[in-house]
């Protein structure tokens, strides 16, 4: 069980990119009697404290899985109410997304959301995009084979093409391909509410991520949760295949 930390975290170890499954939204309604609706509008608030709170723990880049290929298995009202809720997020937030340096960009298959809601996102992204304070990406419609598969069909179709020779394929050629080239690979993936799998996340970039499964459901998690998780990070001994010295 993480403490929460009570000291800021010092500069040098704080992960570059922090990635986070938000997981617990229906269970922490239920427990206090309530649809999950009212879990997920309380989950918006928790991707607002949590953004705000990177953004002063000095994080430079922050992923958050918003919503997943699969999860249009949903009830549809259900899903139609995230669609909303999303609609909501990006109307309320944007302005101060802006002001407070924020560069948003989303990645996932766009052609399969509701197309109001795609043209939202590329309007903010273009906002947004000379900011540097710190890089919110946001997956929506996402699914990471989904995202290998489609970073491997381009590559053949320049091989067909005669653009690229298929001996020169290398694991930076996938890289550059993937929705995420132009970030770095998260350093830290968080997934709250005690569950510990990644749920198809990120998996090509998370190759040498640590791994954090805290129990605290997304709605209750804020900036110390965050802070403690950091603390955690910076005790880890990264050495990436090689004998620690």
Same mark, same amino acid.
């Given at each position: 069980m993480l403490q929460h930390a009570t000291a800021p975290v010092e500069t040098a170890s704080v992960p570059r990119h922090v990635a986070i499954i938000m997981d617990g939204n229906g269970?922490?309604?239920?427990?206090?009697g309530l649809p999950r609706t009212a879990g997920h509008r309380r989950g918006v608030e928790a991707v607002r404290e949590v953004v705000r709170g990177a953004?002063?723990?000095?994080?430079?880049?922050?992923t958050l899985f918003g919503f997943s290929t699969e999860n249009w298995k949903?009830?549809?009202?259900?899903?139609?109410?995230?669609?909303g809720l999303l609609r909501h997020?990006?109307?309320?937030?944007?302005?101060?997304?802006a002001k407070e340096g924020?560069?948003?960009?989303? %990645?996932?298959?766009?052609?399969?959301?509701?197309?109001? %809601?795609?043209?939202?996102?590329?309007?903010?992204?273009?906002?947004?995009?000379?900011n540097a304070r710190i890089n919110v990406t946001i997956a929506l419609n996402y699914g990471g084979r989904a995202d290998i598969a489609r970073a491997a069909r381009q590559l053949a179709e320049r091989v067909a093409s005669g653009s690229l020779a298929a001996g020169t394929i290398d694991e930076a050629a996938l890289t550059?391909?993937?929705?995420?080239?132009? %970030?770095?690979?998260?350093?830290?993936? %968080?997934?709250?509410?005690?569950?510990?799998r990644i749920s198809n996340f990120l998996l090509w970039q998370s190759a040498y991520?640590?791994?954090?499964?805290?129990?605290?459901?997304?709605?209750?998690?804020?900036?110390?949760?965050?802070a403690a998780a950091i603390a955690e990070y910076s005790r880890r001994e990264r050495r990436y295949g090689a004998v620690a010295g």
């Amino acid at each position: 069980m993480l403490q929460h930390a009570t000291a800021p975290v010092e500069t040098a170890s704080v992960p570059r990119h922090v990635a986070i499954i938000m997981d617990g939204n229906g269970r922490w309604a239920k427990a206090r009697g309530l649809p999950r609706t009212a879990g997920h509008r309380r989950g918006v608030e928790a991707v607002r404290e949590v953004v705000r709170g990177a953004g002063e723990l000095g994080i430079p880049y922050i992923t958050l899985f918003g919503f997943s290929t699969e999860n249009w298995k949903r009830p549809a009202d259900e899903v139609e109410f995230l669609m909303g809720l999303l609609r909501h997020y990006m109307r309320a937030e944007l302005d101060t997304l802006a002001k407070e340096g924020a560069r948003l960009r989303v %990645i996932g298959d766009r052609d399969g959301l509701p197309r109001d %809601i795609a043209v939202m996102i590329g309007e903010a992204e273009i906002r947004t995009r000379a900011n540097a304070r710190i890089n919110v990406t946001i997956a929506l419609n996402y699914g990471g084979r989904a995202d290998i598969a489609r970073a491997a069909r381009q590559l053949a179709e320049r091989v067909a093409s005669g653009s690229l020779a298929a001996g020169t394929i290398d694991e930076a050629a996938l890289t550059r391909e993937l929705l995420t080239s132009d %970030i770095p690979d998260p350093d830290l993936l %968080i997934r709250t509410s005690g569950e510990q799998r990644i749920s198809n996340f990120l998996l090509w970039q998370s190759a040498y991520a640590e791994m954090l499964f805290v129990d605290t459901l997304w709605p209750d998690f804020g900036k110390a949760h965050l802070a403690a998780a950091i603390a955690e990070y910076s005790r880890r001994e990264r050495r990436y295949g090689a004998v620690a010295g």
